[in-house]
């Protein structure tokens, strides 16, 4: 059972253009949602992440949106740049009981910024 | 400051033969994450550990895999014995919740081939 689906395995933009970048979730318990980019041969690295009491975050080039009634969230990047090409994964977490709560990753989504 | 640290970094071996791998959480954290990521499945947790202790292991997909943290600075996956269909990308990551935050950090990884 995914809970965390990215449906678009890749997603290809020109450079300059907006990249946006979908993720759908299916547990009403999840309160923190989070965006990892990974390079090929490195680990995932934190891009940016967003409170379930939120509905925007933004971080220079990178915005997160939240839509809690139609569980889904988005990741916006204005302009795109070629440094941009990876894998973008949304990942989700439940309520923070006090100790390290663990992450359910999506499949990831492919973005090529294209010259 | 050195980050998630995982060895080796690549790793083949034969049907039936025992592997161990290998991480060094970052020095403060107080939580180690195992991952392993397919082409199929992407990003699954398969363990974790609070303060040295393995809170969930339901991830861990057979009696094969066993995974260890002695101390805090130090976790193994084992896996006994080895088939080809665990051949993936095995990630360590590590976070401190005392920060509040959900925020995991990841090693480059371990891509284990399994012939």
């Known amino acids: 059972d995914q809970q965390v689906k990215q449906n678009s395995p890749s997603l290809s933009v020109q450079e300059g253009r907006i990249s946006i970048l979908n993720c759908d979730y299916t547990n009403s318990m999840f309160d923190y949602f989070l965006w990892y980019k990974k390079y090929p041969a490195e680990g995932p690295t934190f891009l940016i992440s967003?409170?379930?009491?939120?509905d925007k975050n933004e971080d220079g080039r990178f915005t997160v949106f939240l839509n809690k009634s139609a569980k889904h969230l988005s990741l916006h990047i204005v302009p795109s740049q070629p440094g941009d090409s990876a894998v973008y994964f949304c990942?989700?977490?439940?309520?923070?009981?006090?100790?390290?709560?663990?992450?359910?990753f999506g499949t990831g989504t492919r973005l090529q910024v294209t010259l | 400051d050195a980050g998630v640290i995982q060895s080796p970094r690549h790793e083949v071996t034969e049907m039936g033969q025992e592997v161990t791998l290998r991480c060094k959480p970052i020095s403060g954290h107080n939580s180690l994450f195992w991952y392993r990521q397919t082409m199929m499945r992407g990003l699954e947790l398969l363990i974790y550990f609070n303060n040295n202790v393995p809170i969930d292991d339901s991830g861990m997909p057979e009696d094969r895999f066993s995974a260890k943290m002695p101390n805090a600075s130090f976790s193994t996956l084992k896996i006994q014995p080895s088939e080809p269909r665990d051949s993936a990308v095995y990630f360590c990551?590590?976070?401190?919740?005392?920060?509040?935050?959900?925020?995991?950090?990841f090693g480059p990884g371990t891509r284990l081939t399994v012939t």
């Open positions: 967003i409170s379930s009491i939120k």
């Open positions: 990942a989700a977490s439940g309520i923070n009981t006090g100790t390290a709560s663990k992450l359910t």
């Open positions: 990551a590590s976070s401190s919740w005392d920060r509040s935050s959900y925020e995991q950090y």
